[in-house]
């Protein structure tokens, strides 16, 4: 084990966020207040799908306090669309729609007004004449080419259509002693954070200056903010120092941004929106991925799985957002934790009349790795066979990294039947068992759920180029500034916002235990955008890694300056010197102090080595590990670092009432070098509250007319401590070779893998009846219903 | 989500919120605010004026008379389920109480409110229907008394005078034996209720049980009594029991929505209507066994 050797990382620390938060002092867009700022309420369209004639906006803009009601037509005219990252150049999308609506909830136009409430007022004043068309809710239909396409232009439904093939698959398949086919289908869920997303605008014509303060989690904000409104990229300044209330993926906000910004503009007032909640979950950044898999599997009688053809096919909504990009990261981990030898993929992605699909926690990794796990459950129930044995026999064995899967990743380290041995040992796996018996021997139904998985992590986009060729984006790096100063005191910048992953908590943590300086003692700011360096925001659970190894390296870049200072002054050769503690020891014992390199530094020029700058900064801008190439052949090295999860669960539920309750949760998890455990312990527990969601409650359900059924708590159903057991987090280490402690990615766990475990647990508990449950989520009702038709 | 434009007024008695009441049409009564509120803010709710009946002194009151517990219509949710007397005579109410949203929501939320707002899967009003509480509205300076079995007529809609003001709630003092049954179902803890069931069965020494009373919740436009009381006089064995729910849940037609279908829905509240039942018989056979 790797702990004993860190001072400050991998030790039990406070984060340094909680105290203002705990305390109610954090600084969120609702807080903000600036004079003169107008309001916006967006107007939701009431169709799926209609044609829009014309919008009276008169009796809303003669109503006292209304400022200005800005329309589709109005914005496109001054804006540039919105980016999408696809060869789809007819598939437009401005914040507000042209012409026609695509989705109920899509906003029509919208009212500046000197409060939210006045505009809300204006907005029932507002006369659109629509005509409503033919509109389509599910993506099998959305492909077929009688399906009148959502975006005409566009000419089809498809966004996206791509075939891999990895490997021998024909000949696997071929070898193979069986296959098996089989279907299921991911609900549209999401994350759903408490704060809904907000931005603030003010723009200063004698500056030419637009200043924005927003909640969000969003690469490249800033830049697309800029060429939609025509802006020089430096004319645009983000402030960094805000709070963001939750997000993981759906605080995009470029839409909103926009809108906002433009209104600002054209004002000259400073113009917050701020989302309520029935406009972030119809209209917001709010959902994530709607999967449907197709999957045959090739496997011979003692287990060995061979190949598997999987066809994805994706709801994207109604404009393509990131929805089409979420199939391809699972390519990284398209093989999950096993050994198999060859992949056949079909990512599909289509339009239809529901809310845009955006980035969710995994980005499309969760509904793979539940197709994958569910696939593995039945061979093993093909096969007659234990279903641990199963996934024992066909893990990767931890001699075999770093491990090639078929379609172009390394996977970089792992002990997954290590981790499997110790969950099995803390859950007294017998014991469960017998659990489970006794419980269906008292007239319950009883299942365990067992799922292996890996998160992707560190973040690259490779699957940008790998799905779109004319894409040559193979830079994707993470930024960190350090200071000391003249007092002697240690100052990092970082150049992002952050939505509860504990950043500064990463960066002090970090540049402690290299500096071996108390982290207590180090502050951490947030710059604005246009005194940061380039990064590319917390996506792709890439933190611990990229923020952490540029604040690292940074961290490292000032030691070196500081030994050669110290070796100039006692008159030593630098490896006669040893760091300690921020003082540094000469081999006979004489010791250059922290004060002293300090006072050298700011104001002794004429006792530093000949030719350095005075000061002590330094700064580093660091490309992700392992990302240095292209796709070659529809191959490409996807995430630099694979954590891997271990699930094990057990559930029971009266057959009748139908309602499961959760007995004992254990997790295994592997991330590498911890570098906060109490940040990952709260990623790994809230992760799977999350999948505990996703599996059994969350579900952005549409009716027929393609109403969204669900736009608020009352229906959207998340699980509350209630539904949430205790739950048993088992730790193992493996570092990673490519990161600057071992550290590898925490902020997708738990979420990876509990949706296919809860859902495993369910279909073990009815497997007697022959019952599958194939989508999720899986609802009390449902399995009460599917009981009853078997037993009646 | 913000509501719009309204005027509160906060009477100091029943009388001036009836006057208040009276003077605009589109007026209406604030107590806990628990469902009200909300409904402002997504504006499904859109009156005029709005009535804060919180801070009328006679209406946050408990009265026990000889045959009776009468609850004032302010009365907290949370007082409720902490009072003696709740728990001394109306036991059933007592056992729904715990149901009843979340403690936050309880501390403001009326047991007065519950009723006048009709929510089908009010436990609150399951419980005054299936015991036949009485309901007073105040209506241009008198009382008017319904009996709540009758009351409820739809979803959010009830036989209640539109200038009235419910006053307070009326139960029957339970017998010195009696059991109760209170079960629901909901996806998460303390959510709206999938289905409900709340039982009483009533006892006198001499001549047995003299009275049942069944009611589902959740299952249709609002709270339902079922007749089991053919039961009465029977040894109330299981298989008695499951016969007379079956027959009474013939007629119960049921919803339909995201969470649940109407086949479940009906086929747990009979479910849930046979275990409350035979935990109200079960509760019985304890107190007569001691």
Avoid at chain 1, 101 to 129: F, M, N, Q
Avoid at chain 1, 175 to 195: C, D, K, M, Q, Y
Avoid at chain 1, 611 to 618: E, I, K
Avoid at chain 2, 150 to 177: E, H, N, Q, W, Y
Wanted: charged content about 20%; proline content about 6%.
């Amino acid at each position: 084990m790797t702990e004993q050797k860190y001072k400050f990382l991998s030790t039990p620390r406070r984060p340094v966020e909680d105290r203002r938060f705990v305390a109610g002092r954090g600084k969120f867009i609702a807080d903000l207040d600036r004079p003169n700022m107008l309001h916006v309420a967006p107007l939701a369209s009431h169709h799926a799908a209609a044609v829009i004639n014309g919008i009276d906006a008169s009796a809303a803009l003669a109503m006292p306090g209304v400022v200005d009601v800005i329309t589709g037509a109005e914005l496109a005219a001054a804006v540039q669309p919105l980016m999408n990252g696809l060869n789809t150049p007819n598939v437009r999308r401005f914040p507000l729609a042209v012409d026609r609506v695509r989705y109920a909830g899509e906003w029509v136009c919208a009212v500046v007004a000197e409060s939210r409430a006045l505009a809300e007022d204006a907005l029932e004043k507002i006369i659109v004449d629509a005509t409503p068309q033919p509109f389509i809710l599910d993506a099998e239909a959305a492909l077929l080419e009688t399906s009148a396409p959502v975006h005409p232009e566009h000419g089809s439904n498809l966004l996206l259509d791509r075939k891999f093939v990895w490997g021998p698959v024909d000949d696997d398949f071929d070898a193979a002693a069986h296959s098996l086919s089989f279907s299921v289908t991911w609900g549209r869920n999401s994350t759903v954070p408490i704060e809904t997303f907000g931005v603030l605008a003010e723009w200063n014509g004698w500056d030419q200056m637009l200043d924005i303060w927003a909640s969000i989690q969003m690469p490249k904000y800033a830049d697309q903010i800029a060429r939609s409104l025509d802006l020089p990229g430096n004319a645009i300044r983000v402030h960094y120092d805000v709070d963001v209330g939750g997000s993981y993926g759906v605080k995009r906000g470029i839409k909103h941004s926009v809108l906002v910004g433009y209104v600002a503009r054209k004002l000259g007032c400073p113009v917050r929106l701020i989302e309520d909640r029935l406009e972030n979950m119809r209209a917001g950044d709010a959902h994530g991925p709607e999967r449907k898999f197709d999957i045959t599997i090739a496997f011979d009688q003692d287990g060995t799985v061979r190949s598997m053809k999987m066809r994805a096919l994706d709801n994207a909504g109604a404009y393509a957002g990131r929805a089409p990009f979420q199939l391809g990261k699972p390519i990284s981990a398209i093989v999950g934790p096993y050994q198999i030898n060859s992949v056949a993929y079909h990512a599909l992605s289509v339009t239809t009349n529901k809310t845009v699909q955006e980035a969710v926690r995994g980005f499309g990794q969760a509904p793979t790795n539940y197709a994958i796990e569910t696939a593995m459950d039945r061979v093993a129930k093909y096969l007659g066979m234990d279903r641990l044995a199963l996934r024992q026999k066909n893990l990767i064995r931890k001699d075999q990294f770093p491990y090639l899967i078929p379609s172009g990743s390394y996977y970089d380290s792992g002990d997954y039947h290590a981790v499997i041995d110790k969950v099995l040992a803390a859950a007294d796996y017998p014991a469960m068992l017998a659990e489970r018996d006794r419980l269906r021997d008292a007239g319950m139904m009883a299942g365990i759920g067992i799922a292996a998985c890996l998160e992707p992590s560190g973040g690259n986009s490779s699957f940008e180029p790998l799905l779109n060729q004319s894409n040559q984006t193979s830079t994707w790096m993470e930024s960190c500034q350090v200071n000391i100063d003249a007092l002697g005191k240690l100052t990092a910048r970082i150049h992002t916002t952050s939505s509860g992953q504990g950043h500064e908590t990463l960066v002090s943590t970090v540049l402690g235990e290299v500096m071996q300086i108390d982290p207590e003692l180090i502050r951490i700011t947030r710059p604005n955008s246009l005194e940061s360096l380039p990064g590319n925001s917390p996506v792709g659970s890439r933190m611990a890694i990229m923020l952490g190894g540029a604040a690292a390296r940074a961290g490292e870049k000032l030691k070196a300056k500081i030994m050669a200072i110290a070796a100039h002054r006692l008159g030593v050769a630098i490896d006669q010197l040893r760091y300690e503690g921020g003082d540094v020891l000469a081999h006979d014992g004489r010791r250059f102090t922290w004060d002293e390199m300090v006072e050298l530094a700011h104001r002794q020029y004429h006792n530093l080595p000949d030719g350095m700058d005075p000061g002590l900064a330094s700064f580093d801008i660091m490309q992700v590990p392992t990302g240095d190439a292209l796709p070659v052949d529809d191959k490409v090295q996807m995430y630099p670092c694979y954590s891997f999860e271990f699930h094990l669960l057990l559930v029971s539920f009266d057959p009748i009432i139908g309602r499961p309750d959760i007995h004992s949760y254990v997790i295994g998890h592997d991330c590498g070098t911890v570098i906060n455990p109490a940040i990952v312990s709260g990623m790994t527990y809230g992760g799977i509250a999350h999948g505990i969601g996703a599996a059994l409650f969350e579900e952005f359900a549409y009716d027929t007319n393609g109403q969204l059924l669900t736009q608020s708590f009352l229906d959207y159903l998340m699980p509350s401590s209630h539904e949430v057991p205790a739950i048993q987090i088992v730790k193992h280490c493996t570092p990673s070779p490519h990161t600057v402690f071992g550290q590898k990615g925490s902020g997708e766990s738990g979420y990876l893998g509990a949706p296919a475990a809860v859902s495993a647990a369910i279909n073990d508990a009815v497997s007697g009846l022959g019952i599958h449950f194939e989508k999720l989520p899986i609802r009390m009702s449902a399995i009460s219903d599917a009981i009853a038709a078997k037993t009646s | 989500m913000k509501p719009v434009r309204f005027d509160y007024k906060r009477p100091a008695t029943i009388d001036e919120a009836c006057g208040l009441l009276a003077g605009d049409d589109n007026a209406r009564i604030l107590a806990g605010g628990q469902s009200l509120i909300p409904m402002l803010s997504m504006r499904l709710s859109r009156p005029s004026l709005l009535i804060d009946i919180a801070h009328i002194p006679e209406l946050t009151t408990f009265v026990e008379t000889e045959t009776h517990i009468e609850i004032g219509a302010m009365v907290r949710q949370a007082a409720a389920q902490k009072s003696e007397l709740v728990k001394t005579h109306i036991p059933l109410l007592a056992k729904a109480l715990g149901h009843v949203g979340h403690p936050p929501t309880r501390a403001r939320g009326t047991v007065g409110g519950s009723v006048a707002h009709a929510d089908p899967s009010a436990e609150i009003a399951l419980v005054t229907a299936t015991l036949g509480a009485e309901i007073t509205y105040r209506v241009d300076g008198t009382d008017e008394i319904f009996d709540a079995s009758d009351f409820f007529i739809g979803p959010m809609l009830t036989i209640a005078p539109p200038t009235g003001c419910l006053t307070r709630l009326s139960f029957a003092k339970a017998p010195a034996v009696c059991g109760t049954g209170f079960h629901e179902v909901a996806p998460r803890k303390s959510d709206y209720a999938l289905v409900s069931a709340a039982a009483q069965i009533n006892f006198a020494a001499g001549s047995g049980v003299t009275s049942i009373h069944l009611g589902i919740g959740s299952v249709g436009d609002f709270p339902e009594r079922l007749d089991v009381n053919k039961l009465c006089g029977t040894p109330l064995d299981d298989a008695a029991i499951a016969d007379a729910v079956h027959a009474a849940m013939q007629m119960v037609e049921t919803v339909e929505d995201l969470h649940a279908t109407a086949a479940y829905r009906k086929r747990v509240a009979t479910e849930l209507a046979i275990r409350a039942l035979r935990d109200a018989r079960d509760e019985i056979s304890k107190d007569l066994n001691q």
